[in-house]
């Protein structure tokens, strides 16, 4: 067990992970300067996100919001709009309020102290550690999902990663193996270790540069670990939508604030009863939400999209409001709009109701 070897051993565990860091680090944005604010960012970004992704999401809103004031300054309609296709919207929401704080508690620079960001909106353990350890290096292990990988070879864990035991032997390692030298690029270097080369499917052993302190890799059991947990269990959920048009304006909806899209924009729609068809769905879904009797629904596409453990199939139907078209009576949202079809680009919405207006874009949808 390397975290259990000699203090000689593990410093040259060190040293090896961060020689190869040196050489092999990506060139993330965030590591010109390892500003507080950018890391912190970064961090809320990279949660449940690639990495490409993440950059290129990152740089866009860094061009829309340098810096704390400029996010607590923005209306939080711009917020979600910047972070529209990363999902998981209440991380952006939490931004947005713990900038606020930021700004009024602590002029605008970010706490350095641990205590301080875990009472802010959104930044639990692992995020107050990652900020402390990379942006102010700071002595604080790091624990991702890339580390719980390579320590779980490193040790040849033979339990899954979720059981109290195997977490309490993983933070023991994390505690232990700590450069508290230089716990910024020490960290960073065993996640990148993770992610480029004790990767989940076809690890790159032969390259890993601390291979030899490796039992999994002696044991040859790396492709075994860690152990899997019992997946759980996939849920689908089907819904049905109705894109409503009236003199070339769409009608669309803010989801109410502690709805899980809550801020977001939609066609109105729901989930289908029990063996109901989706153009009945439209009818009775659309009546209850906003009071109109819509007609004519033409059925226009089936779009599908995943997050966590769901999956959610949007079919979606043109319809016809009333005329001449009475005042909504909302009942699931917060307000409406009517808007032409190039203004729909400035509403957030959800990924399915966002793969529909990017379908309307793509065949020339002239708005008529």
């Given at each position: 067990m390397i975290d259990k070897k000699s203090e000689t051993v593990k410093a040259e565990f060190r040293h090896r992970l961060l020689d190869w860091f040196t050489i092999h680090q990506r060139p993330l944005p965030w590591r010109r300067t390892y500003e507080p604010y950018q890391v912190w960012i970064a961090e809320i970004m990279g949660q449940q996100t690639q990495m490409e992704?993440?950059?290129?999401?990152?740089?866009?809103?860094m061009d829309r919001f340098p810096d704390v004031a400029a996010v607590a300054a923005a209306p939080e309609q711009a917020i979600l709009k910047a972070w529209e296709g990363l999902g998981y919207y209440s991380r952006a929401r939490n931004i947005h309020k713990a900038a606020g704080r930021i700004l009024t508690e602590f002029?605008?620079?970010i706490p350095s102290s641990h205590r301080q960001l875990l009472d802010l909106p959104g930044i639990g353990p692992y995020t107050a550690a990652a900020i402390l350890s990379i942006a102010y290096n700071q002595a604080y292990p790091l624990l991702d999902?890339?580390?719980?990988?390579?320590f779980a070879r490193l040790d040849d864990i033979n339990r899954p990663l979720k059981t109290l035991k195997t977490r309490r032997k993983l933070e023991s390692m994390a505690a232990a193996l700590l450069d508290r030298n230089d716990p910024r690029h020490f960290n960073q270097a065993l996640m990148e270790l993770g992610a480029l080369i004790c990767t989940p499917k076809k690890p790159a052993c032969p390259q890993c540069p601390v291979q030899p302190y490796c039992r999994a890799y002696r044991a040859d059991t790396v492709e075994f670990r860690p152990l899997p947990s019992a997946r759980d269990k996939r849920i689908d959920i089907v819904m049905a939508c109705g894109i409503i048009q009236h003199h070339e304006r769409f009608f669309i909806q803010q989801r109410l604030a502690d709805d899980i899209w809550?801020?977001?924009?939609?066609f109105p729609g729901g989930r289908l009863l029990e063996g109901e068809e989706p153009v009945h769905c439209v009818l009775r879904e659309v009546e209850e939400e906003t009071g109109w009797q819509v007609s004519d629904p033409v059925f226009y596409r089936t779009v599908e999209?995943?997050?966590?453990?769901y999956r959610v199939t949007l079919h979606a139907f043109f319809c016809r409001p009333p005329e001449p078209v009475?005042?909504?009576?909302?009942?699931?949202?917060?307000?409406?709009?009517?808007?032409?079809f190039a203004g729909l680009a400035d509403y957030p919405f959800p990924a399915g109701h966002r793969q529909l207006i990017t379908a309307l874009r793509d065949g020339d949808f002239s708005g008529k």
């Open positions: 992704r993440v950059v290129t999401y990152f740089q866009g809103w002029n605008g620079e999902a890339n580390v719980e990988r390579l809550g801020g977001l924009w939609e999209h995943h997050y966590t453990r009475p005042e909504p009576v909302l009942t699931a949202a917060s307000r409406f709009a009517w808007v032409p």
